[in-house]
């Protein structure tokens, strides 16, 4: 070997990943990677819920086989049933059974959201321990809107909490994606994901591109905090609003 990259190999790779790019893409949640260990899962039970969240986003499935698992993990019948034993126990997936409106066709799906309350709590014990500022609470930090009732601090603690009682509804898997990935990679602060949560509210838009819009138009604007969100409400108001 040179050591030399040759333009037939160079070719060759492009082709290569260009194959695997038009294959498709998985978002894996940062928080899973992270904090895994602390869930006490085994390296199999977590290959499983990756390849569970692959074949729901790259190929649209959302109960795959004993066997499809089988091949993609390249362990036995035996230990898929234990992965699936302790995960379906210690409540980090369930299995639904849902009815298809338009053919009334019943078919089953594995269902995540216990895993993402874990790794909300994993989340929210992380920022406690590391004696982080209080983003979670309103306490002391101005309002964007007079006349909006304030929750209690354990209430307030937990971020994925308070949209699920402002939607009056448990949360899709789907969403807390959503909430992870406002501040694992848009770096959001936890303050200003409630503030504009607080501001869907009172705009009677509860759901989450409505609040995706404001968090957008927020950074835009080099908002902040929320003396910021204040400031350009009122700046926006006082301009009028079509």
């Given at each position: 070997?040179t050591?030399?990259?040759?333009?037939?190999s160079?070719?060759g790779?492009?082709?290569?990943v260009?194959?695997a790019?038009?294959?498709?893409?998985v978002?894996?949640?940062?928080a899973?990677l992270?904090?895994?260990?602390?869930l006490?899962?085994?390296?199999?039970?977590?290959?499983?819920l990756?390849?569970?969240?692959?074949?729901k986003?790259a190929?649209?499935?959302?109960f795959?086989?004993w066997?499809q698992?089988?091949t993609?993990?390249?362990?036995?019948?035996?230990?898929?049933?234990l992965?699936?034993?302790?995960?379906?126990?210690?409540g980090?997936l369930?299995?639904?059974?849902?009815?298809?409106?338009?053919s009334?066709?019943q078919?089953?799906?594995?269902n995540?959201?216990g895993?993402?309350?874990k790794?909300?709590e994993?989340?929210?014990?992380?920022?406690?321990?590391?004696?982080d500022?209080?983003?979670f609470?309103?306490?002391?930090?101005?309002?964007?809107q007079n006349?909006t009732?304030q929750?209690s601090?354990?209430?307030e603690?937990?971020?994925?909490?308070?949209?699920e009682?402002?939607?009056?509804?448990?949360?899709?898997?789907?969403?807390?994606?959503?909430?992870?990935s406002w501040?694992?990679q848009?770096?959001?602060?936890?303050?200003?994901?409630?503030l504009?949560?607080?501001?869907?509210?009172?705009?009677g838009?509860?759901?989450?591109r409505?609040i995706?819009?404001?968090?957008l138009e927020?950074?835009r604007?080099?908002?902040?905090?929320?003396?910021?969100?204040?400031?350009?409400?009122?700046?926006?108001?006082?301009?009028g609003?079509?």
């Amino acid at each position: 070997m040179t050591g030399s990259f040759d333009k037939t190999s160079a070719a060759g790779w492009t082709e290569g990943v260009a194959f695997a790019m038009e294959a498709g893409m998985v978002q894996i949640p940062y928080a899973l990677l992270k904090h895994y260990r602390t869930l006490r899962l085994t390296d199999g039970e977590m290959l499983l819920l990756m390849q569970l969240l692959a074949f729901k986003q790259a190929e649209r499935n959302e109960f795959p086989t004993w066997e499809q698992l089988q091949t993609r993990l390249g362990c036995t019948a035996n230990e898929i049933a234990l992965y699936f034993s302790k995960l379906t126990k210690e409540g980090f997936l369930r299995i639904d059974s849902v009815e298809d409106r338009s053919s009334s066709v019943q078919f089953e799906r594995y269902n995540l959201t216990g895993l993402y309350r874990k790794l909300a709590e994993c989340m929210i014990a992380e920022r406690t321990e590391a004696n982080d500022e209080d983003d979670f609470l309103f306490a002391g930090q101005p309002e964007i809107q007079n006349g909006t009732t304030q929750s209690s601090p354990t209430e307030e603690r937990n971020l994925f909490t308070i949209f699920e009682k402002e939607f009056g509804r448990p949360l899709s898997p789907m969403e807390y994606e959503t909430i992870n990935s406002w501040m694992d990679q848009d770096r959001y602060p936890e303050e200003l994901i409630l503030l504009a949560l607080k501001e869907a509210v009172f705009a009677g838009k509860v759901h989450f591109r409505y609040i995706d819009r404001i968090l957008l138009e927020w950074s835009r604007n080099r908002v902040r905090n929320a003396q910021d969100a204040k400031e350009y409400a009122q700046r926006f108001r006082g301009g009028g609003r079509s």
